[in-house]
């Protein structure tokens, strides 16, 4: 099963729902966010951490191509999909770089090859990342990082063997670019990997949340991020259960 949060783009209602039919064979319903227009899929990009974009050639107020322009300038590494009714619409769309490009009724065989050529892109991409450091390059894998920061007017990526690199680039570019490596912003100094959370915690008084990383590199959370950390977890497939504090 994909672990993603996909956006399907499509005007027409009816002809979603079958998308959405042939999308539950590879994500879960809540996986699936849907929307009628390029306007509402740009307000999406903007506010969710989606993986994957589903889009639907002719829409009214914005061409499936234009809205995947839109994407490859505002969402770099951002893979997407066109979908159309007309098999003539293919060869336009091989300007642009999608994983794939299907027709609708979505055919739900067609549809897991199109999963499997995009577990093939990540698992080639998803190697190392070059980082900067004047004239030459260091290059590190997402898995060696141990979170990164804005200190004042300067930009940190800090490993977790206690090296560090200053960035040249903004934690909202760096951001674009680690949300493909399940980086989460958990407070607007702070990007950290979900995957090494151990504990997340609130102060005395509530007002205030934390996070622990690596073992016992401590972060802060947010107030506004907190909700949406537990709703990404989720996405992982990360379960919450209840539980009591032992004494």
């Known amino acids: 099963m994909y672990d993603g949060l996909v956006l399907l783009v499509d005007d027409q209602p009816l002809a979603a729902e079958d998308s959405i039919a042939a999308l539950k064979y590879y994500v879960t319903g809540e996986q699936i966010l849907y929307?009628?227009?390029?306007?509402?899929?740009?307000?999406?990009?903007?506010?969710?951490?989606?993986?994957?974009?589903?889009?639907?050639?002719?829409?009214?107020?914005?061409?499936?191509?234009t809205l995947a322009a839109y994407i490859e300038e505002n969402h770099k590494g951002l893979p997407y999909v066109f979908l159309t009714g007309h098999a003539d619409f293919a060869a336009e769309s091989y300007e642009y770089e999608p994983v794939d490009f299907l027709t609708k009724p979505v055919d739900t065989a067609r549809l897991g090859k199109t999963f499997d050529r995009l577990e093939k892109r990540t698992s080639t991409s998803?190697?190392?990342?070059?980082?900067?450091?004047?004239?030459?390059?260091?290059?590190?894998?997402?898995?060696?990082?141990?979170?990164?920061?804005?200190?004042?007017?300067?930009?940190?990526?800090?490993?977790?063997?206690?090296?560090?690199?200053?960035?040249?680039?903004?934690?909202?570019?760096?951001?674009?670019?680690?949300?493909?490596?399940?980086?989460?912003?958990?407070?607007?100094?702070?990007?950290?990997?979900?995957?090494?959370?151990?504990?997340?915690?609130?102060?005395?008084?509530?007002?205030?949340?934390?996070?622990?990383?690596?073992?016992?590199?401590?972060?802060?959370?947010?107030?506004?991020?907190?909700a949406k950390l537990k709703e990404e977890l989720k996405l992982l497939g990360v379960p919450f259960v209840k539980g009591v504090i032992s004494k």
Request: include cysteine; glycine fraction near 6%.
């Open 126 to 226: 998803a190697g190392k990342v070059a980082v900067r450091t004047g004239q030459d390059y260091v290059l590190v894998a997402p898995g060696e990082i141990s979170y990164i920061c804005k200190e004042k007017r300067k930009v940190w990526i800090r490993l977790k063997d206690k090296r560090e690199y200053q960035a040249a680039m903004s934690l909202d570019e760096l951001e674009q670019i680690f949300c493909d490596y399940s980086f989460f912003r958990c407070h607007q100094s702070f990007l950290i990997p979900l995957g090494d959370i151990r504990q997340v915690s609130a102060s005395m008084f509530g007002q205030t949340y934390e996070a622990v990383i690596n073992g016992d590199t401590v972060v802060p959370v947010s107030r506004s991020k907190y």
């Open 35 to 65: 929307v009628e227009n390029a306007s509402a899929a740009r307000k999406a990009l903007k506010e969710q951490r989606i993986s994957l974009v589903f889009l639907d050639i002719e829409m009214p107020d914005m061409s499936g191509f």
